[in-house]
Nanobody, 125 residues
Framework: QVQLVETGGGLVQAGGSLRLSCAAS????????MGWFRQAPGKEREFVAG????????YYADSVKGRFTISRDNAKNTVYLQMNSLKPEDTAVYSC??????????????????WGQGTQVTVSS
């Protein structure tokens, strides 16, 4: 059973930065692609960024491209989401997820089978 714990959320002003971390409980984490998703109140969960198991392939939602960076440190079983130039519309609960069933970088939430509990990011205007 893989457990994921996100940290790093909080309240920040527009234009500011936050770095989210997602720590996995198992070493096999390093063999799987990882993703970050977010869900704002009243909206559906959406893909934010994804990363291959080697960290050499990344995908980003158009809304965050150029502002967010996903990375991983397999030695620490941790994936990161560096968020810069934050906007009020980035306000959401951010969750990390592991896909143990698919190769590449899945962008559908249904392709991920382990999820963290989420961390709140609030961007004030």
């Amino acid at each position: 059973q893989v457990q994921l714990v996100e940290t790093g959320g909080g309240l920040v002003q527009a234009g500011g930065s936050l770095r989210l971390s997602c720590a996995a409980s198992v070493r096999t984490f390093s063999s799987y692609p990882m993703g970050w998703f977010r869900q704002a109140p009243g909206k559906e969960r959406e893909f934010v960024a994804g990363l291959s198991w080697r960290g050499d392939i990344t995908y980003y939602a158009d809304s965050v491209k150029g502002r967010f960076t996903i990375s991983r440190d397999n030695a620490k079983n941790t994936v990161y989401l560096q968020m810069n130039s934050l906007k009020p519309e980035d306000t959401a609960v951010y969750s990390c997820a592991v896909s143990s069933k698919f190769a590449g970088v899945p962008r559908l939430g249904t392709s991920y089978d382990y999820w963290g509990q989420g961390t709140q990011v609030t961007v004030s205007s």
